[in-house]
C-alpha cells in the first residue's frame, strides 16, 4: 500500500470523493479525471471494482480512455473480464508494476500490444487470464512468457498458437501450478509433452479442443504425478479411453463433450463430472468411486443404459461418503426385459434413502427411470425437474426431507395445485421453488418467510397470493391470468424486497399493466431489473412512473423488446437521465 503523506490526504480525499460520487451518479464520459497513483492500492482496486459492476450495469463511467489512469504501478490486481476493450492504452514510459493478478477473460479485443506491457511491464505477475482472447499470436505470449517468470496460474486460447509457444511457457514458468489452454487446435503431440515438463508443480490442467488428443498419447499427462484437477473438455474422436487410474493426487475430474468409451478413476477421485459425454453407456466405472466419492455430475449423457442406472442408484442405499448426486438429460437405453415390463404395468420402485446427500438432482430422465421415493434428513437442494412425480410423492417428501431450501419442479406436470398447498404446508423452510411450466397448477398461494426466488412462469392461474416478505426474484412470464387482482395484492404484499421482476410475455388484459405498474412504482423500492418484453401495454405511462419514482443508482436495466406501443420518446428521455438501461 503507497504511504499517505499529509501533503498527499488532501488530494486523495478529493480523487477518492469523485471515484465514489462516479459510483453512485454514473459521471460521463471523460468526467472520470485525476492523478489515481497517489491512491493506495486498496482504494483504487474498490474504485475499480464498483465501476466494473456499475458498467455490467450500462455505466459508461469507465470506458477505453480513462480506464488508463486506473493502470497505475501500485495496482495489485486488476480484473476487467468481458471489458470488450481494445489493447490497453498503457503508458510506454511506465515505470515496472506491483501487478498480481490480471483477468482479461472475455476481453476479446486484446492483442499482442497487451501482453508485451505485461511482460515488460508486471515481473511479479502470478496470475494471468485471457480465455476468449482470439487475437493474441506468438509474438504476445512470448513476450508474456519470458517476462512473467514466477506465474503460478495461466488460462490462455490458443488459436492462433503453435507447439513452439507450448516450448517456451514450459521452460519459462516452471512455477506454473494451474494451467488452462482453450481452442487447441494447432497445438500437437510436442505441446503435451512441454505440458508433462511441468510435472513437478502442475496440480490443475484444462485442455479445451485439443485436437491431437488421443489415445496414443493420452500417456504424456500420466508424467503429471503431482495432478490434483483434469478438465477435457471437447477433445477430438480419437481419445476413447480416459484412463486415469494411475493419478495417485487427482480428487477432480471434469470430462465435457468428450466422445469417451471407458473410463477408468483412481482411488483419489472425490469429484467426478461427465457433461454430454454420449458414447457412455454402461456405469460399471463408478463401483469403487461412490464407497468414497462426495460429488457425481451426469449431465446430458442421453446413451447411459437404463438398467445400468437404474442398478447404480439402487446400489446407493447407505451410501454415506456422496454429498451431491446430479444425473440430468439421461434419456437411457432400456434392455429388452425392462420394455416388456412397463408394456404389462409392471412397476419398479426406486428409493433414495439412508443417504448424507445435500443436493439430489434427478431431472429430465427418461420414462423407464421410475420417480424415487426421497427419504434424506440432510437434503437441502431437491430438483426433479421434467419427471412424473406426483401429488402424494412430493406429499411424502415433505414429510421425508425437512431441510429442503431449494425445490425445482419444473415440466412436472403430473402435478396439480395440491402440491402447492404441501409446499406451503409442510417446507416453511424453503428459500427457492421453481414450478415453471406445470400445466396442471392453476392455483399458487405461498405463505413462506424465506421464499427469496419464485419461478411460475407458463401457468394459466386462476389465483396467485403470496405473502413471501423475503421475495427478491420472481417470474411470472408466460402467465394466463383473466383476472389479475390477486397478482397486483401480491405485488403490495411482497413487493418491498423484489429486485428482479421478469413477466416476459403476460398473457392479461392489456388495461392490467398500467395498475400493475403503478403498484410497482409505489411498492417496489429495491427494483433493480426487470423484463416486459412481448407484451401489449395499454400505454407506456406506467413504465414511465417507475423509471421516475426509482432512485438514482437502483433500477439498472429494463428490457423491453417487442413490445407494443414503442417506448415514448419522455420513458427514454427519463431513463437516460437516470441511467437506466431500456433494452428494446
Known amino acids: 500500500m503507497t504511504e499517505i503523506t499529509e501533503e498527499s490526504r488532501d488530494q486523495i480525499d478529493s480523487l477518492y470523493n469523485l471515484a465514489l460520487r462516479s459510483i453512485d451518479t454514473h459521471l460521463g464520459d471523460g468526467e472520470l479525471t485525476g492523478d489515481f497513483s ?12 464498483y465501476l466494473m459492476e456499475e458498467r455490467k450495469m450500462g455505466s459508461t463511467t469507465l470506458n477505453n480512455t480513462n480506464i488508463g489512469r486506473f493502470l497505475v504501478s501500485n495496482l495489485i490486481h486488476l480484473d476487467l473480464e468481458n471489458f470488450w476493450t481494445l489493447d490497453l492504452p498503457f503508458d510506454p ?59 503460478e496460474e495461466l488460462q490462455l486460447t490458443c488459436i492462433q498458437l503453435e507447439d513452439e509457444v507450448m516450448q517456451v511457457m514450459a521452460q519459462s514458468l516452471t512455477n506454473l501450478k494451474s494451467l488452462g489452454l482453450t481452442r487447441c487446435i494447432k497445438l500437437g503431440e510436442k505441446s503435451l509433452e512441454s505440458i508433462a515438463s511441468l510435472s513437478d ?21 500420466l508424467k503429471l504425478r503431482n495432478l490434483e484437477r483434469l478438465f477435457l473438455d471437447n477433445i477430438s474422436k480419437s481419445l476413447k479411453r480416459v484412463h486415469t487410474d494411475s493419478f495417485e493426487r487427482l480428487f477432480s475430474l471434469k470430462l465435457e463433450r468428450c466422445e ?30 461412490v464407497s468414497s466419492g462426495r460429488n457425481l455430475e451426469m449431465i446430458g449423457c442421453k446413451r447411459i443404459k437404463s438398467e445400468s442406472l437404474l442398478s447404480f442408484l439402487e446400489g446407493l442405499k447407505g451410501n454415506r461418503s456422496l454429498k451431491r448426486l446430479e444425473i440430468s438429460g439421461v434419456n437411457g437405453l432400456p434392455n429388452p426385459d425392462r420394455i416388456k415390463m412397463m408394456k404389462e404395468g409392471i412397476k419398479r420402485t426406486l428409493e433414495i434413502r439412508d443417504m448424507e446427500l445435500d443436493v439430489l438432482n434427478l431431472s429430465l430422465l427418461s420414462d423407464s427411470i421410475p420417480v424415487p421415493s426421497v427419504s434424506l434428513e440432510r437434503l437441502t437442494s431437491l430438483d426433479m425437474s421434467g419427471t412424473d412425480i406426483t401429488d402424494q410423492s412430493l406429499d411424502k417428501i415433505a414429510d421425508e426431507c425437512p431441510n429442503i431450501i431449494e425445490l425445482k419442479l419444473s415440466q412436472c406436470w403430473a402435478l396439480s395445485s395440491q402440491s402447492l398447498v404441501i409446499i406451503n404446508e409442510k417446507m416453511k423452510a424453503l428459500e427457492k421453488l421453481d414450478v415453471s411450466r406445470c400445466h396442471h397448477i392453476n ?31 420472481i417470474d411470472l412470464s408466460g402467465i394466463e391470468m383473466s383476472d389479475t387482482l390477486s397478482l397486483e395484492n401480491s405485488v403490495r404484499n411482497s413487493g418491498s424486497n423484489i429486485e428482479k421482476f421478469w413477466a416476459r410475455s403476460l398473457r392479461v388484459q392489456s388495461s392490467a399493466f398500467s395498475t400493475l405498474h403503478n403498484i410497482i412504482s409505489s411498492c417496489c423500492k ?8 412481448k407484451n401489449e401495454f395499454d400505454s407506456m405511462e406506467g413504465l414511465e412512473n417507475i423509471v421516475n419514482e426509482s432512485k438514482m443508482g437502483t433500477l439498472k436495466r429494463i428490457y423491453i423488446q417487442g413490445v407494443t406501443p414503442l417506448p415514448s420518446h419522455s420513458l427514454l428521455s427519463i431513463a437516460k437521465q437516470k441511467k437506466i438501461d431500456i433494452s428494446s
Open 38 to 49: 497517489v491512491l493506495p492500492s486498496d482504494v483504487i482496486q474498490h474504485v475499480l471494482e
Open 93 to 151: 514510459n511506465a515505470p515496472p508494476t506491483f501487478l498480481s493478478s490480471v483477468n482479461l477473460n472475455g476481453c476479446m479485443k486484446i492483442g499482442d500490444a497487451t501482453l508485451e506491457f505485461f511482460g515488460r511491464n508486471c515481473p511479479h505477475l502470478k496470475v494471468f487470464r485471457a480465455f476468449q482472447c482470439n487475437s493474441i499470436t506468438e509474438k504476445g505470449a512470448l513476450a508474456l512468457f519470458n517476462g512473467c517468470k514466477v506465474m
Open 201 to 221: 508443480s502442475l496440480t490443475f490442467l484444462h485442455l479445451e479442443a485439443f485436437a491431437e488428443l488421443s489415445d496414443s498419447n493420452f500417456h504424456h499427462l
Open 260 to 289: 469417451v468409451l471407458e473410463v477408468a478413476l483412481p482411488a483419489s477421485l472425490l469429484d467426478l463430472s461427465l457433461i454430454r459425454c454420449e458414447n457412455i453407456k454402461n456405469l460399471d466405472f463408478l463401483n469403487g468411486f
Open 443 to 473: 392455483s399458487v398461494t405461498l405463505s413462506l418467510a424465506k421464499l427469496h426466488s419464485l419461478f411460475v412462469s407458463w401457468l394459466n392461474l386462476t389465483k396467485l397470493e403470496l405473502d413471501t416478505p423475503s421475495l427478491v426474484t
Open 526 to 533: 429495491r427494483m433493480r431489473s426487470m423484463d416486459w418484453s
